[in-house]
């Protein structure tokens, strides 16, 4: 941009008006509040009795130990299950306690060779168990019924429900697995609900499904399969509580805006993933319910991962806008996640609200509340809200930056990131003050100097960058 003589006061404050009006609009929308609580969800509660885990530090022990405990019935739908130890103990019980043991299993989980867990869960099949397999290799995309299926639960002896976060590998049934949260819910109302989903969605006779054997008909059986030993040194508390059921694509966002909106005093998010409809800060979205909570006062703590093994930079790029943006602009305290020495990334898909607490599978995209079938639960219970918010404020703790800043991304792209070029504009507007500022006081006072223009080292321009936020391309 290139400024003359009397004109650069006009066009610097008509920049910096137009830089305002963007602000007013994208952020404050005169102070009014566009977010609202959604009326079309009314949760039905169980009595319960519920053991809270988090992943990695229980490294899966509840899991392995609630199935452990199966006496007549295992129900299993999950995205991917990977760990040779849980398909391995449910052999066992099909093969020497008479536990009949039914899986229902993705086809077409992103970014995995499943070669493995196929050939495992055969040598299930094999000792009499049963799994199918939904949106099998080859499935007309009009027979399918969800995008992706993502759950992670197991039902147990009709009475018992394990629902988790986490897709159950090796990693996270061991010391290297993600940042998670689980459940074991001892609630046979809740377990005969989870039931009735699981039937309509496991059964041969959708188009979508077909056996393990038809599905994967070139996959081999693999050799015998042995689990580790299942020890109670993880401590899990037990304590009573209220749960209700959320599922997608039923009801879950607007079960997730119900519950949010329920927040007076604190709100806690850990994500591992946020799409732009739901990142928007001018449009009626969950990060608009989130800045609105915090606006009336609630304590709204926000930790959304910024480090991923498989997908793209531009991911990383928007998450780490989109914290820069809420600290910013609103209220929201919000950390974004690198990876450490503790986990690899936030898997995490949970909330915490006042007493109330939100365990499941359903990231915040419009995929995954619509499209997908995901399982999560709400779990009224201020001790368990207690047990997850320990966790929690320690994340939030190792991740938070009040300072932190990022360069924010194209204005027409990233309208709801307004905030990272709001301030790359003003920096600009700064700088450029700052550089004919100077240039006016030497053209004053060095008559007969060259302007040394040519001797100065010129400082790069840019927002600053949290520690470890600067790194290579992912691989």
């Known amino acids: 941009m290139h400024l003359k ?37 009314t949760p039905t509660y169980y009595d319960a009795k519920v053991t809270p885990f988090t992943f990695p530090e229980s490294m899966g022990t509840p899991i392995m130990t609630a199935i452990s405990k199966a006496e007549s019935t295992v129900d299993i739908s999950i995205y991917y299950m990977g760990s040779e130890d849980v398909i391995a103990l449910l052999c066992s019980l099909e093969e020497s306690e ?14 995995i060779n499943t070669d493995s867990e196929i050939s495992m869960l055969k040598r299930l099949e094999s000792v009499g168990g ?3 397999v939904i949106n099998y290799p080859g499935c007309d995309s009009k027979d399918k019924r969800y995008t992706y299926v993502h759950n992670k639960y197991a039902i147990i002896d009709g009475d018992t429900v394990v629902i988790t976060s986490e897709n159950w590998t090796k990693s996270n049934l061991g010391k290297g697995g993600n940042r998670g949260w689980g459940a074991v819910i001892e609630s046979a109302g809740y377990a005969a609900h989870m039931e009735g989903i699981f039937e309509g969605d496991y059964s041969a006779t959708n188009a979508d499904v077909r056996t393990l054997d038809d599905a994967f008909p070139d996959i081999p059986v693999s050799g015998e399969l042995e689990f580790g030993i299942i020890t109670d ?7 009573s509580a209220k749960v209700a059921p959320v599922t997608s694509p039923d009801n879950s966002k607007s079960a997730l805006r119900y519950f949010m909106d329920s927040a007076t005093t604190r709100l806690y998010v850990e994500q591992l993933d946020i799409d732009k409809k739901n990142a928007s800060l001018t449009e009626d979205s969950l990060v608009r319910l989130m800045a609105d909570k915090a606006e ?4 709204v703590k926000y930790i959304l991962n910024g480090t991923y093994e498989t997908s793209e930079d531009a991911d990383e790029a928007e998450h780490h806008a989109l914290v820069q943006s809420l600290n910013g602009n609103t209220k929201v305290k919000a950390a974004i996640y690198e990876k450490t020495k503790a986990f690899p990334q936030i898997h995490n898909k949970g909330v915490i609200a006042d007493d109330k607490t939100w365990v499941g599978s359903v990231n915040w995209t419009e995929g995954s509340f619509l499209r997908n079938r995901e399982a999560a639960v709400i779990i009224d219970s201020g001790e368990v809200a207690s047990y997850y918010a320990g966790y929690f404020e320690t994340d939030f703790d190792n991740a938070y930056n009040a300072d932190y800043s990022k360069a924010g991304l194209d204005l027409e792209e990233n309208k709801y990131y307004i905030g990272g070029a709001l301030a790359a504009i003003l920096a600009l507007i700064a700088a450029f003050v700052r550089r004919n500022s100077r240039k006016a006081v030497r053209s004053m006072t060095s008559s007969g100097r060259g302007s040394g223009s040519g001797s100065r080292s010129s400082k ?8 470890g936020s600067s790194k290579g391309k992912r691989r």
């Open 5 to 41: 003589g009397n004109n650069t006061p006009k066009v610097l404050f008509a920049v910096l008006a137009a830089t305002v009006m963007l602000s007013a609009a994208f952020v404050c929308d005169d102070g009014a509040s566009v977010s609202s609580a959604d009326s079309s969800f």
């Open 98 to 111: 008479g536990v009949d043991v039914r899986v229902l299993v993705l086809g077409n989980p992103l970014g």
């Open 130 to 132: 049963e799994v199918n």
């Open 233 to 239: 040194a993880y401590p899990t508390p037990t304590y």
């Open 296 to 299: 009336g006062g609630a304590d």
């Open 460 to 467: 790069k321009g840019g927002a600053s960058r949290s520690k």
